[in-house]
């Protein structure tokens, strides 16, 4: 996990982004730390791909204990180069400027909903890439001192990324456009193609590529992940055809999302990193192997055409959800749809009991079952996730809700044109959708924070 820091100045002038330009000749304190913590996509987003290109070395892993800060000269801190690299917040000339920093913990420790709970984190929002837990919820308002001040949590989505196929494969050097189908994806996850000579590729004219025999690796983040998420959630989603009427359960760990009754002795290698880019350092160091990671991880691995479609030129963007997609104050209880149903191994959902007073509608999700599946890029949701009270400060306050307007349409800050350098890198192209329909919910969001 990484903990991303964005400083935005506080000596401002507060409107619906709770920011505004710099008054002249004004002196302005130092700015007003917000923190970012988690292993999610959003943070790609924030840098920019070709910045945070994952270090291809040949040294030792450095061994990274939870909460230290020596991750941010890690080999495998891809943000290190723009660690302090400062950005504008906004196009015009205010130079409202943040800056960002991270630090990791070990192996994607869960969605670290426990950082929003302790004051000596200092962390004021996660981002995540998957639906909190009934569990973690409670956990949330159980958890000692802070349950009478911060009150709850508000969780909304804000924007969707693509999930890359990255592979490694030295009989493919030369071979561009490599195209893999989602039902031989599905097979390989499945467990049912393990050998690449039986894996039916086209290259770049459609022609069917002959492989010789090499063993299938698998290549895949540690811990509860997004990305794992993503991906099974989308192959649960499209039904490919398995032996045996087998199919895929949505989860977060991928021990747990493999198709059901799999023979355990036909499963390929798996190879684990510890983070997104682990696994495409991992996967470029073993010939033979197919990760999957969010896709600004993959720009330094040769990634897969699935079904023809790129995972950056294929995603359109914004990405309208309709009304009905989104649910409120509902999380994940650890189960799936059991195999009886229409929607088998799908996330069962329940609602959020002993919600606490004037805090109802605040945890916005959008139901897996919901995502827009029907067709390659995999389109994963991106989450902030904060709680009610408890800031600490009238600025600290507007500068969160700053950040939660920088996904709002009508904030002026997200660039319809999505060739935008304003705040959030180049949308357009580069795995990354704005979400059309949230702005409610961002507002509900931003009006329930308080100090």
Do not use: C
Request: glycine residues 8%; hydrophobic residues 35%; without cysteine.
């Amino acid at each position: 996990m990484k903990m991303l820091k964005l400083k935005l100045r506080h000596a401002m002038v507060v409107g619906v982004l709770g920011v505004g330009p710099y008054l002249a000749g004004v002196v302005y304190a130092a700015p007003t730390e917000v923190v970012i913590y988690g292993e999610s996509g959003l943070a790609y987003a924030f840098l920019g791909n070709k910045e945070i290109a994952p270090t291809q070395t040949s040294e030792p892993i450095p061994t990274v204990t939870e909460g230290s800060s020596t991750g941010s000269q890690s080999v495998l801190n891809a943000y290190a180069a723009t660690a302090e690299a400062e950005r504008k917040f906004g196009a015009d000339a205010s130079n409202v400027p943040f800056k960002l920093s991270f630090r990791y913990t070990p192996n994607g420790k869960d969605s670290s909903i426990g950082a929003i709970q302790k004051d000596d984190q200092g962390v004021d929002l996660i981002a995540i890439d998957f639906p909190l837990t009934l569990a973690e919820y409670k956990a949330f308002i159980d958890n000692g001192p802070v349950k009478t001040r911060r009150e709850s949590i508000v969780q909304t989505p804000v924007m969707a990324h693509s999930i890359a196929i990255v592979f490694s494969n030295s009989d493919l050097d030369g071979q561009d456009s490599v195209n893999i189908a989602t039902g031989d994806l599905a097979k390989v996850f499945a467990g049912e193609i393990t050998d690449w000579k039986n894996l039916p590729l086209r290259n770049g004219s459609g022609a069917l590529i002959t492989l010789p025999s090499r063993p299938i690796k698998l290549s895949v983040p540690q811990g509860r992940n997004g990305d794992t998420f993503g991906l099974f959630n989308y192959l649960n989603r499209r039904k490919p055809i398995l032996q045996g009427d087998r199919y895929f359960t949505v989860h977060t760990v991928f021990s747990a999302s493999t198709a059901t009754a799999q023979d355990s002795s036909k499963r390929p290698t798996v190879i684990e990193g510890r983070n997104a880019n682990d696994v495409v350092i991992k996967t470029n160091q073993n010939n033979g192997a197919i990760g999957y990671v969010v896709a600004a991880a993959a720009v330094s691995s040769r990634y897969f055409l699935v079904d023809g479609q790129d995972p950056f030129k294929g995603m359109l963007t914004p990405l309208l959800l309709p009304s009905s997609a989104y649910v409120t104050d509902q999380a994940e209880n650890d189960t799936n749809q059991p195999s009886t149903s229409a929607t088998r191994g799908a996330m069962n959902f329940s609602s959020i009991p002993n919600i606490p007073e004037g805090s109802n509608g605040l945890m916005t999700i959008v139901k897996p079952e919901n995502y827009p599946t029907d067709r390659y890029p995999i389109k994963n949701i991106s989450y902030l996730v904060s709680h009610r009270a408890g800031h600490i400060t009238d600025d600290k306050v507007q500068a969160i809700k700053g950040l939660f307007g920088v996904f709002n349409s009508g904030s002026g800050y997200r660039d319809q044109n999505i060739n935008s350098s304003k705040y959030i890198s180049t949308v357009k192209d580069q795995g990354y959708a704005w979400i059309d329909g949230i702005n409610p919910r961002l507002t509900t969001a931003e009006n329930a924070l308080k100090k």
